[in-house]
């Protein structure tokens, strides 16, 4: 028998480990390649889902102050009409300032705060509404309602 | 020929890695694209949203100090309770420093009133048509330019009184079909008393409506060329006046509105919602 059938040339093992190294580094970038590309269709999901829940955010604080819910300032009664509308897969905080507009300007009056603690975490969406309150003829507070929505 | 084989093999790993790195790069552009889409897309709809809010305070504001409007197809009705104790006037400047200074901050909210402020004004687009509202006195005026855009008016007055009486101190009456049709509706609020009056006016004559109770005025309704009316009112009175018009029509307030976030801005006038 031949001894170069027993043993393989230094050619051919040289050329295995080039071949090797080849597919390692082909591996790696393929691998690259996928990361990126999920990296970047996550991130486009969480912004196209973000417009959509600062759409909600938005279009749950309208409802609130045509329906007169707001205007009320009870947490309560605002919580319980939130829950209706976003179901349980959304948390919430709504936060609302009241200010009285006199000689000097708007003076705080109070400031409000219900809902769940806002998480640290991406995915918050937030919308902003301001309303009227009127006594007598004339309009007595102004306020700003903030809603902060997640999942 | 090995050696060719290296190179070549060299040479496509390369290629490939430059392709991959390519597609790489191109999809990041387009995600960069989207995202810049997207923000832009917030921004507009955030500004939008705003310029709703502002409109629909406006409007709760008018209604707080006793007007309201409703628009349905091409009749403008407005109404008017004078008996209101705040100041419109000043509800409105209210208005304006919470979005110039507190709600719109973020955004640069600037709201700009037109200088005559202190008189209340609504502009009736796209006619061009003024609405003066006061406490005793209620004007539509139309520019001649637009004679023929108010096809009538029906009047509403409902105040508390005794012993009603009409009397037209000037009238010029057209039977033409671009007549103005004026229809008078008075109501005594504590007794069943009513007194009505239905008219084909001149719109370009000028005619007068002098409303009594007990024999003192009550209210003065005038007709002037080229189709304005004016109703004054010496007491605190429910007032209703409807208009059919020759088009669609908005309000707008006098006012100037611009409102920026991020790359996005709008500018321009304060339509009422309808």
């Given at each position: ?39 970047f269709?996550?991130?486009?999901k969480t ?41 349980n ?13 006199t000689?000097?300007g ?22 902003e ?6 006594f ?16 | 020929?090995?050696?060719n084989?290296g190179?070549?093999?060299t ?12 597609i790489?790069s191109?999809?990041?552009?387009i ?43 091409t ?43 202190s008189?209340?004004v ?24 637009s004679?023929?855009?108010?096809l ?11 012993s ?35 008219r ?8 007068e ?41 908005y ?24």
């Amino acid at each position: 028998m031949d001894s170069s059938q027993n043993h393989r040339s230094p050619v051919f093992s040289r050329k295995g480990q080039v071949f090797t190294v080849e597919a390692l580094l082909g591996s790696l970038l393929f691998m690259i390649f996928i990361w990126s590309l999920a990296s970047f269709v996550s991130n486009s999901k969480t912004d196209s889902w973000s417009i959509a829940q600062e759409k909600l955010a938005d279009d749950a604080l309208i409802v609130l102050d045509k329906n007169g819910t707001l205007a009320t300032l009870n947490s309560t009664l605002i919580s319980q009409e939130l829950a209706r509308m976003l179901g349980n897969s959304t948390s919430f905080r709504m936060e609302i300032k009241t200010s009285n507009y006199t000689n000097s300007g708007f003076v705080n009056l109070s400031e409000t705060s219900f809902g769940s603690s806002i998480p640290d975490e991406k995915g918050l969406s937030v919308a902003e509404r301001g309303f009227i309150s009127s006594f007598n003829g004339s309009v007595s507070n102004y306020s700003i309602a903030r809603l902060y929505l997640w999942r | 020929m090995e050696m060719n084989k290296g190179v070549f093999v060299t040479l496509s790993a390369f290629f490939l890695a430059l392709s991959l790195l390519l597609i790489v790069s191109a999809i990041a552009d387009i995600e960069n694209a989207k995202k810049k889409n997207n923000a832009d897309l917030s921004d507009i709809h955030g500004i939008s949203s705003m310029r709703s809010n502002i409109q629909w305070m406006m409007k709760d504001v008018f209604a707080v100090s006793g007007f309201t409007y409703a628009i349905s197809n091409t009749t403008l009705s407005i109404e008017e309770n004078s008996s209101r104790s705040g100041s419109l006037s000043g509800d409105l400047a209210a208005l304006r420093t919470f979005w110039n200074n507190v709600a719109g901050k973020n955004k640069n909210v600037t709201l700009d009133f037109e200088s005559n402020a202190s008189t209340p004004v609504l502009y009736i687009r796209p006619l061009n048509l003024t609405l003066r509202q006061e406490p005793t006195d209620t004007s539509v005026s139309v520019p001649s330019y637009s004679n023929s855009s108010v096809l009538g008016y029906y009047i509403i007055l409902e105040t508390s009184c005794s012993s009603l009486s009409m009397q037209w101190n000037n009238i010029t009456e057209s039977s033409a079909p671009d007549a103005l049709n004026v229809t008078v509706h008075v109501r005594c609020s504590n007794t069943s008393e009513s007194r009505s009056d239905f008219r084909q006016l001149n719109r370009t004559g000028y005619s007068e409506l002098q409303v009594l109770d007990a024999g003192t005025n009550l209210s003065l309704i005038t007709i002037a060329s080229p189709g304005s009316l004016e109703v004054k009112k010496s007491r605190s009175a429910y007032l209703n006046i409807m208009m059919p018009m020759n088009e669609s029509v908005y309000l707008e307030v006098p006012a100037s509105l611009s409102i920026r976030s991020g790359d996005s801005a709008y500018s321009g006038a304060l339509r009422l919602p309808g």
